[in-house]
């Protein structure tokens, strides 16, 4: 009997995998062919996030800001002397996570797909390449998660759309990206054009009521006149504000299973990477003192509270006063964003904890009251 099956090659499943091997038995259940295939990540992380997983990912570019571009096409830079995010192989990031828990001595099972689990004084385990036993399971396999469906577990109160593709394309700058906002490319969220060496990632996030993805990409391809540049091209669903357990009796989920994901950017890496290190630490000690039951594992819910819970609250909160902006909405919160005071502060965000541009907003009382109808406009 394995000590811990972690459900899920990803970021969050290799990175709790390698910390957990280090004193225990571990084996992950991988259903794709190799970790990181396919991509569903526009790849775009911190310094901080390529600390927490622990390996060196090949970076494709370095970005110091952003360029937004509202509605009615009004575009704002928003940039700083320091680096805000590095483009990276998100496919060589995955791989070498993995090959970082192997190195550690966890064992991967690739083509395996789990079909269900069940807990008693240990955890028999379902799958496509036959049966495993093992004192606990971790949930690291995404958005559709078998676990925590097993457990009755964490459930996401909204899904995002998501969908990018490479293009073949210099970009008018290579240590910036851009966004759009507004309903003619991304309903509900905003789109992506990121610098990678080569070639640049264009994407998209829509609400999910408005169907499809697809049509808003080609028609944002089409204005940008590179439809016939494409090599390649990935989607997937993003799940936001979690409600639900967590963890049961000798079961845990981590990452996008557990719904760690920043609502406002949609963004997965840091909160997940932070959870497996959380989860590695508690589960260790119930193995160590034989106690996997919810209560002891419970330990786990906390600390991520403390740890981001309220980062990804606040951000919620953000995304619900976000959709209900019109376009007109959107161009007038581009003309507040121009002052010379708002634009000091936003070139200060940190992309891993967004809400704090708020919180740094306050301390500037005449912005806010420029601000007080739009502000009054996403409450109603």
Known sequence: MRDVVVVGGGPAGSRSAALLARNADVVVLEEHERSGIPMQCAGLITDDVIKLSGVKPDVLSTLFGAEVVFPDGTALTVCSEEPKARAVDRA??????????????????????????????????????GDFEARMVVGADGHTST?????SGCRPGEYLRGIQADVLMRPEHEDLFRIHLGSRYAPGFFTWEIPCGDFVRVGLCTSWEVGPPMPFLKRLLGDLGVQDRVVGINSGKIPLNGKGRIVADRAMLVGDAACQVKPVSGGGLFPGLTAAAILANVA??????DDLSAKRLSEYSQRCDREFGSE?????????????????????????????????????????????????????????????????????
């Open 147 to 151: 676990v925590s469906a097993g457990m």
């Open 312 to 380: 990804l609250r606040r951000g919620y909160s953000l995304r619900r006063m976000f959709v209900r902006l019109s376009d007109e909405d959107l161009d007038a919160a581009g003309r507040y964003a121009s002052r010379d005071d708002v634009r000091s502060v936003l070139d200060r965000i940190d992309i891993d904890h967004p809400s704090t541009v708020v919180r740094d907003l306050v301390r500037h009382p005449a912005a806010i009251a420029s601000a007080f109808p739009l502000i009054m406009r996403c409450l109603v």
């Open 284 to 289: 260790g000690r119930a193995l160590a003192d």
């Open 92 to 129: 060589d990031l995955d791989s070498k996570m993995a090959d970082a828990a192997m190195s550690a001595g966890a064992e991967y099972v690739f083509g395996t797909k789990l079909l269900s689990h069940k807990a008693t004084d240990s955890v028999s385990l379902e799958t496509t390449s």
